[in-house]
């Protein structure tokens, strides 16, 4: 059987909260041609134009409303359930981001240093769009092509239904809903309305067929909006949560054209509104918290729900580091590497675990 390795890639954070360190990171977010895919020269000209002369101030600030002693908290996160995961398994667990540091260049590097002859891939994002999922397999190919070849590489699949990752959300969740409440919202990572359509190969289902995230079809396999309604209606069915007190928005969207709907801070004023006075929230389209998650959700949008008239506004933390999602992280890499022995073996075994796509 070759070395083996793991390597978790999550998205990333700036160096620290300054300005000059904010501008460079998102400089670099978005000037990837899956996360704002647009003709290069028009993605330039939007996002040195109208995007880093202004929005590197205001992101400084809200990172400083996060920042710890420590630094990063997606960072400090991430690093965490990489040494949780390592103490769980026999073979080495690296960490890279897809933007900053630790950067995945960096990451194979290390794995070449070890030794390594194939490497386990974690994006750590449960379900799949060209901007998260996609941009991480694309960026480890296109640079282990170059810099180490002798590498084999093999990547999780989104993992949005598979029943551990599901109960460790529940269990995530227990004490919030236990303690009471009126409503819970699902809120998810927006993208623009045009990824659903640019992932969807077939052009005829996704935004076109009626009811089409409902419709079984080969799109689902990349569908995002999908995946994040099979994630919510197996948390409902799995925590037995009445689906009438549920339901699902999107955040962090940018201005300019239609993202997915309805938007989660205009959502949390619309329940106050509507009358929910007790309010859960969760975030799983995140698995680490970080700005999104904590500045966006946990402050601002607790503030926006509770001067509309809400008085209960409870955030539950992304898995991070708990113990159920080290174990669903260390039984992939189990499976991953019997997969590995069977094909060393002979039977041909996958090197990918089910992606539960239905």
Request: aromatic fraction near 8%; charge should be negative; charged fraction near 25%.
């Amino acid at each position: 059987m070759p070395a083996t390795a793991v390597l978790l890639v999550n998205l990333g954070s700036p160096d620290s909260p300054s300005e000059p360190d904010v501008r460079r990171y998102l400089e670099e977010f978005l000037s990837d041609d899956r996360v704002l895919d647009l003709p290069k020269p028009l993605q330039q000209l939007i996002l040195r134009g109208m995007i880093l002369p202004f929005r590197p101030r205001r992101s400084a600030h809200a990172y400083r409303q996060i920042w710890t002693d420590e630094g990063s908290p997606l960072l400090r996160i991430s690093e965490s359930v990489r040494a949780r995961l390592a103490g769980e398994l026999d073979v080495p667990v690296l960490l890279a981001m897809r933007y900053g540091n630790p950067s995945i260049r960096g990451a194979l590097r290390q794995a070449r240093t070890l030794g390594v002859e194939r490497l386990f891939v974690i994006p750590l994002y449960p379900h799949y769009a060209m901007s998260s999922y996609e941009t991480v397999v694309h960026r480890v190919e296109e640079l282990a092509v170059n810099q180490t070849p002798e590498i084999g590489l093999d990547f999780l699949a989104p993992f949005f239904g598979h029943p551990e990752y599901i109960d460790a959300l529940v269990e995530s969740a227990a004490d919030a809903l236990s303690a009471g409440f009126d409503h819970l919202l699902f809120s998810y990572h927006g993208i623009p309305v045009r990824h659903l359509r640019k992932a969807d190969a077939s052009g005829v289902h996704c935004c076109v067929a009626a009811d089409c995230c409902s419709t079984p079809a080969p799109a689902r396999t990349t569908c995002y909006r999908a995946q994040c309604l099979r994630t919510t209606e197996a948390f409902v069915g799995r925590a037995r949560v009445d689906p009438d007190r549920v339901s699902i928005a999107y955040q962090s969207r940018l201005a300019g054209e239609p993202w997915l709907k309805p938007y989660t801070d205009k959502e949390l004023v619309r329940l106050a509104e509507a009358g929910v006075r007790r309010l859960v929230v969760m975030t799983p389209a995140f698995v680490s918290d970080c700005l999104e998650t904590l500045e966006e959700v946990a402050m601002a949008g607790r503030d926006a729900f509770l001067a509309a008239g809400g008085e209960s506004f409870a955030h539950v933390p992304c898995l991070n580091d708990r113990p159920s999602w080290i174990a669903f992280l260390a039984g992939r890499v189990n499976e991953w590497a019997e997969a590995q022995r069977r094909r060393g073996d002979g039977d041909g075994g996958s090197a990918v675990s089910p992606s539960h796509v239905a």
